[in-house]
Every structure is written in C-alpha cells, then in structure tokens.
C-alpha cells in the first residue's frame, strides 16, 4: 500500500492520533479505531447516515467495507483544542473515496472522539 502524509508534525499529538486512526480505518484495524470512540460515539456521513454508539457503528462498518485499499493519501490534518480534522482520498482497486472527516473530541486532552462528521464522495475515474 502507498500512503503519503502531510510531513509537519512538530509537536502535535492530537495531529498524529488522527494520522494513526486514518491508517487504522484503511488497514481495517477496527479495534484500534473503536478504542479512540467514546461509547456515546456520534457519527454522521452527510446525506447519507447518522450512527450512535459504537455498536451502530461496529455494525455499520460490518455490512460496509469498502474493499482492498492499495493506497491512501491524507491532504491535510488540522487540529485546535478539542476539534481536529482530516481530509484526503482512499485509494481502492477500482475507484477512489475522497473524504473530509470532521472531529470533536471529549476534551482537549482528551483521546477519545465523540463526534464524526464525514463529507464522503466516490470518484470512479481517476
């Protein structure tokens, strides 16, 4: 699998929990993304579905894989506080998922999200 990230990092913990959780998501590491979910977890895909709780979205994303990913490419990950975000393109076989993923945390310090807002948009030409 190919990834590229955005290299400036410096001192940014938050910015690189999102970097990790991302590359969970892709590897399908379901585990290690769950443990960052805060058990009242809410998580909207505009237009599409709002999920509540880590059951609705286990089984969500049960029913819901998207497939073999042979790359991924993180355009940007931004953080301030308890708010945090992060937008790229998932790179599959066939199509690609462009995405912008909108976080908000318990609390700045805080590792554990409560909120996922998710602008999803499937591009089948490349």
């Given at each position: 699998m190919k990834f590229s990230f955005p290299q400036d990092y410096g001192n940014s913990p938050k910015r690189e929990l999102i970097k990790n959780i991302c590359l969970a998501f892709?590897?399908?590491d379901m585990a290690k993304v769950?443990?960052?979910l805060a058990?009242?977890?809410v998580w909207e895909f505009v237009?599409?579905?709002r999920l509540s709780g880590k059951q609705e979205v286990n089984d969500f994303?049960?029913?819901n894989r998207i497939g073999q990913v042979e790359g991924m490419v993180l355009d940007y990950i931004l953080t301030h506080g308890k708010q945090g975000s992060a937008g790229g393109k998932i790179i599959l076989s066939d199509y690609?998922?462009?995405f912008a993923d909108f976080y908000e945390f318990e609390s700045a310090k805080s590792t554990?999200?409560?909120k996922i807002k998710s602008f999803v948009l499937r591009d089948t030409e490349e």
């Amino acid at each position: 699998m190919k990834f590229s990230f955005p290299q400036d990092y410096g001192n940014s913990p938050k910015r690189e929990l999102i970097k990790n959780i991302c590359l969970a998501f892709v590897n399908n590491d379901m585990a290690k993304v769950y443990s960052h979910l805060a058990d009242d977890i809410v998580w909207e895909f505009v237009e599409e579905v709002r999920l509540s709780g880590k059951q609705e979205v286990n089984d969500f994303f049960e029913k819901n894989r998207i497939g073999q990913v042979e790359g991924m490419v993180l355009d940007y990950i931004l953080t301030h506080g308890k708010q945090g975000s992060a937008g790229g393109k998932i790179i599959l076989s066939d199509y690609s998922i462009h995405f912008a993923d909108f976080y908000e945390f318990e609390s700045a310090k805080s590792t554990q999200i409560k909120k996922i807002k998710s602008f999803v948009l499937r591009d089948t030409e490349e």
